[in-house]
């Protein structure tokens, strides 16, 4: 008797859903991003090995869940990103290509006063971003992870963007202990002295610091496969949260799950365990041990992001989503190939800084449920931009795609006579051309990659100096990329910065050649761009076509002033943040506690306060960035990576930031006068 009443109430619910449900539900969305991975460094980028070398480096690649997933799913194989990753995130999240919104890193930390809508890092101001866009088509919306698209405003945050919760950091890197910003986690010695955590929580009712427990490395040498501490062990636990509570039986508010990785980005922290594993996975798979200690903390990482992926995925489905799923996977530029970044992107071009296939051919794909059935295993051809996916997700969402917010803020602009905004770049059909196995609507137009790269497919146009123009092999670092580093002629990272200023060691620190006017390469059957075409007199027509069709391009290129960091900003970390980098203007109502005051700082907050105030002394300045290069030096040779078969490897190579700061602090001793008047 009950069970037939309940029966017939589901059926009776079901008949008054019906003019709803003849529409289908809109689809969940799993969006996946992997930080600085290399084309190399994934399963489905491995799956031929002819040579000893590649069958090795096959073996060093543990990635199953996602070899799994491309199965099921959809691979890009011309999806394409911008060199560096604020940029890159700026696009995927405005929807303008990156030299339409954003073509440097900035600090977080800089502001412009005579721009209130561009002078500050990241996407401007009033942009609309692409949760706002989807929570519009009445999708529920949630980030998790690295965020790198500005954080000035309350408006630039991820909440301010359209999440209606986050739990992230908005700079490049953090450390994956202790959520600090130290020299080997950010690459540079900042305005704020590298003093702050990186770790922060919005939703309706707090705004603010994260507090948990978990603001540490106290489980850093945990034999625990994944210590509570570890960031990305924090990351999965709050994604799977927000999976477990989200209401499936509300299918007018599907669920939006921005789940942005640390992984695969410096600095190279693993749990132990992990570090262990995969050497003895691939010794028992009748590999051989690794030669290269960043190169396997760099395997052992990326196993752990498959295995977050395989517990993200396996929500879904404990949840009985997964066949309403679309799962989206992307990295945000190609593998950095400097050291310590240590991912290679073989048999491409060039890395993570340069216009080559390695910094900007992106790895991407598709999966989930909601991939046609026949449509899995498919591999599509046809172009597609970062930029492109904040159109795909109003589509879905059933919301237009234009910016009006932007359109109104450039009535503005255009009276001060600053920058205007640039509309929405993501092409509409890309979804219907991926799902149909049809040329897409980039097929036969040029994109615009940077100021100083033009894709107009098959032929690619780079010009100018490029750093790493260099091909790496199939197992790449390794000991003599050790012995290059010792030597002197690097790879070297080429953004280190001293105070805001980049230092610059020279051409061969950075493998860095010089392409001029332009290194013409037909990318379909070159991939590897080995055979510059410039010099051939049957290109010498689309060579000049395209050099002038960029310089065209180029009269679009976004380069508001951003502005430079004001040591207001670091002040507004330690007491309106609580010790976090967090918005720093027009905050009135964001942080939900109290500001603290001076008396609330504990002894050493207060002399990093002061330390910060005498930066603010040009001559200090001066005299620290004098020291700058020789710290550098100093630096990254602590970073480098070790040839296990001459050294001992043991998963901690780390570069040590108190000795940076010591000295730091040792060249503004005389200035200690100055302090004073700061606390
Ligand atoms: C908001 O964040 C706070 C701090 O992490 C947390 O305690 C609270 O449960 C969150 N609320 C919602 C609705 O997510
Ligand atoms: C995945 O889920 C398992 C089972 O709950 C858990 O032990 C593990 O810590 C999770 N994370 C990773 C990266 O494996
Ligand atoms: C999807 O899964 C739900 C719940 O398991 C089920 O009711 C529904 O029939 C499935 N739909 C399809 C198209 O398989
Ligand atoms: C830009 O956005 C801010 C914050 O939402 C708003 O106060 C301001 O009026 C906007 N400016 C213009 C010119 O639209
Ligand atoms: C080792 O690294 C060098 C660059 O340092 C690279 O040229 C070489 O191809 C790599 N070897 C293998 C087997 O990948
Ligand atoms: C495009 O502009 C950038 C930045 O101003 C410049 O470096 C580059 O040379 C320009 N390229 C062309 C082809 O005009
Ligand atoms: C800083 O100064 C102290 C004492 O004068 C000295 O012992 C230390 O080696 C210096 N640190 C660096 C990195 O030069």
């Known amino acids: ?132 866009k989807v929570r519009r088509g009445g999708y529920r919306t949630h980030y998790t992870g690295k965020w790198d698209a500005g954080m000035a405003t309350p408006q630039h945050t991820p909440y301010g963007r359209g999440f209606e919760t986050s739990f992230m950091y908005y700079q490049h890197a953090n450390d994956y202990w202790n959520k600090k910003t130290g020299i080997q986690a950010t690459g540079e010695i900042t305005t704020c002295l590298n003093a702050f955590y990186d ?205 009006d917010k932007s359109e109104e803020a450039n009535k503005w602009l255009a009276k001060q006579g600053l920058s205007l905004l640039s509309p929405v770049d993501g092409k509409k059909g890309q979804l219907e051309a991926i799902f149909g196995a049809k040329a897409g ?62 230092v610059d060691l020279g051409d061969s620190f950075y493998w860095r050649g010089d392409c001029a006017a332009g290194c013409l390469f037909n990318v379909e059957d070159d991939p590897a761009e080995s055979v510059d075409l410039s010099h051939d007199p049957a290109q010498k027509e689309r060579l000049s076509r395209m050099i002038s069709s960029l310089s065209t391009f180029n009269k679009t290129l976004f380069v508001p002033e951003r502005g430079e960091t004001h040591v207001q900003a670091c002040y507004n970390a330690m007491l309106n943040g609580g010790g976090h980098f967090g918005p720093f203007v027009d905050i009135q109502g964001y942080y939900t506690d109290k500001p603290r005051v001076i008396e609330d700082l504990s002894a050493h907050e207060k002399a990093q306060m002061a330390l910060m105030g005498a930066l603010t002394f040009d001559s200090v300045k001066k005299t620290i960035q004098k020291y700058a290069p020789t710290l550098v030096l100093k630096l990254l040779e602590k970073s480098c990576d070790k040839c296990c078969t001459e050294e001992s490897c043991n998963g901690g190579t780390n570069l040590n930031l108190p000795e940076a700061l010591d000295l730091v602090q040792n060249l503004t001793k005389s200035h200690q006068a100055h302090q004073v008047a700061y606390i």
């Not at 003019?19 to 991003?33: G, M, N, Q, T």
């Not at 593998?335 to 910094?359: T, W």
């Not at 040029?446 to 033009?454: E, M, N, Q, T």
């Open 441 to 502: 609507p980039r097929d036969s137009e040029p994109l615009f990659l940077s100021g100083s790269a033009l894709l107009e497919y098959p032929y690619k146009l780079v010009t100018g100096k490029q750093p790493y123009m260099a091909h790496t092999g199939p197992l790449y670092p390794n000991c003599s990329t050790v012995a290059s580093m010792k030597g002197g002629h690097g790879p070297d990272f080429i953004d280190f910065s001293v105070l805001e200023e980049k």
């Open 199 to 403: 770790l922060m929580v919005e939703n309706h009712s707090y705004r603010g610091p994260y507090k948990g427990p978990a603001l540490t490395d106290a489980c850093k040498s945990s034999n625990e496969p994944t210590p509570y501490c570890y960031e990305e062990k924090m990351f999965e636990d709050h994604s799977l949260e927000i999976i477990r509570n989200h209401d499936t039986s509300d299918v007018e508010h599907p669920l939006f799950l921005f789940h942005a990785f640390h992984l695969l980005h410096t600095p190279l922290q693993v749990p132990k365990y992990y570090y262990e594993q995969i050497e003895k996975d691939v010794i028992q798979q009748g590999g051989k041990a690794f030669d290269s200690e960043n190169r396997r903390l760099l395997m052992a990482m990326t196993k752990y992001m498959d295995d977050t992926i395989k517990n993200l995925t396996e929500a879904f489905k404990a949840k009985g989503m997964w066949n309403n799923t679309l799962v989206v996977f992307t990295t945000d530029n190609g593998g950095p190939i400097y050291e310590p970044g240590s991912a290679n992107n073989y048999p491409l071009r060039g890395g993570k800084y340069s216009d080559f296939e390695g910094g900007v051919r992106t790895s991407t794909f598709m999966s989930g449920g909601y991939i046609p059935k026949e449509r899995q295993g498919y591999v599509h051809k046809g172009v597609v931009s970062v930029a492109d996916w904040y159109t795909i997700f109003s589509e879905l969402a059933g919301v237009d795609e234009h910016d």
């Open 1 to 132: 008797m009950k069970l037939q009443w309940f029966v017939s109430a589901a059926s009776l619910a079901a008949v008054s859903a019906a003019p709803e449900a003849a529409k289908a539900p809109k689809p969940h969305v799993l969006f996946l991003l992997a930080d600085d991975l290399g084309w190399a460094n994934i399963g489905f980028h491995r799956t031929t090995a002819k040579t000893e070398d590649e069958k090795q480096g096959q073996l060093e690649v543990q990635t199953p869940t996602i070899n799994q997933l491309v199965k099921e799913g959809i691979q890009l194989d011309r999806h394409y990103s911008y060199r560096i990753c604020g940029p890159a995130r700026s696009a995927l999240l405005s929807g303008r290509l990156a030299p339409h919104v954003l073509v440097k890193n900035v600090a977080v930390t800089a502001s412009n006063p005579d721009d209130p809508i561009s002078g500050y890092a990241g996407i401007p101001r009033n942009m609309t971003g692409m949760g706002e």
